[in-house]
């Protein structure tokens, strides 16, 4: 089993308006996940450099950063990123291209973990536009169906879905099963199902939730949601 968890953290800006990396670290200290899926973890102008820096994840963590390669001194593709075990290995990595007005993208990685077991990870942050999430959604469902590796699949992210079962949700759904975690945005008063997690048929999920510690209601305005899950 292993506990995997996703994370909008608004550029570490939390609820009182102060950037704090090292709140969110005290945040995912706390989930103790084994795969981190993170949102809006870059600056947003400028280099758009991490905001978690290198340092901070080498020397208060046992977290390192997946490297896609695209932009010097930034963590992951359009803020989307994934943190990973020290143990951990990573087998592949790329970004995803998704079609859309304002600056979106997904990534998608390959982990060997500590117990031996490969697993594809896919995280993403989806457009507030009903009709380009719904074509985000596709361009991810294909980039996973094209793979010649059938993997255990888990994919995590912000959809930026307000509705229960439709839009976005109902397109992801024919393939996926949903990681029923609960409402984690508003993080002073939740009732929006923005984060989700989703499992592959051969994945099954025992156990998740929304993770509701003082330090996570201040460090961004979205809780982070968790699920263990193992392979079938």
């Known amino acids: 089993m292993i506990r995997i968890a996703s994370y ?21 200290r706390e989930l103790d996940a084994d795969v981190v899926a993170l949102q809006e973890a870059d600056r947003r102008f400028g280099a758009r450099v991490a905001v978690i820096t290198p340092h901070l994840l080498d020397e ?5 950063a997946v490297d896609f390669g695209v932009r010097a001194g930034s963590m992951g593709w359009h803020g989307n990123a994934f943190l990973i075990r ?27 973990l500590a117990d031996g077991g490969v697993w ?7 457009d507030l536009s009903g009709l380009w999430r719904r074509k985000q ?13 059938q993997l255990p699949t888990v994919m995590m992210g912000d959809l930026n879905e307000w509705t229960r079962a439709g ?13 029923e975690t609960g409402p984690s945005y508003h993080a002073t008063r939740p009732i929006g199902r923005l984060d989700r997690i ?17 330090a996570a209601r201040k460090a961004s305005d979205h809780l ?6 193992e392979a079938t």
């Open 8 to 28: 909008n953290m608004r550029k570490a800006i939390g609820t009182d308006r102060r950037r704090s990396p090292e709140r969110v670290l005290e945040v995912l």
């Open 60 to 64: 208060h963590s046992d977290w390192k």
């Open 86 to 112: 020290k143990s951990s290995q990573v087998v592949d990595c790329e970004v995803i291209h998704l079609p859309a007005l304002e600056p979106r993208g997904a990534v998608a990685t390959e982990v060997r």
């Open 120 to 126: 594809r990870f896919v995280g993403m942050h989806l």
């Open 137 to 149: 959604a596709a361009a991810i469902l294909s980039h996973v169906a094209s793979s010649s590796a």
């Open 167 to 179: 839009g976005c949700l109902r397109d992801f759904g024919r393939d996926f099963a949903f990681a």
């Open 198 to 214: 989703m499992v592959s048929s051969d994945v099954k999920v025992i156990d998740c939730g929304v993770h509701t510690s003082a």
């Open 224 to 229: 982070p949601i968790w699920a263990d899950v």
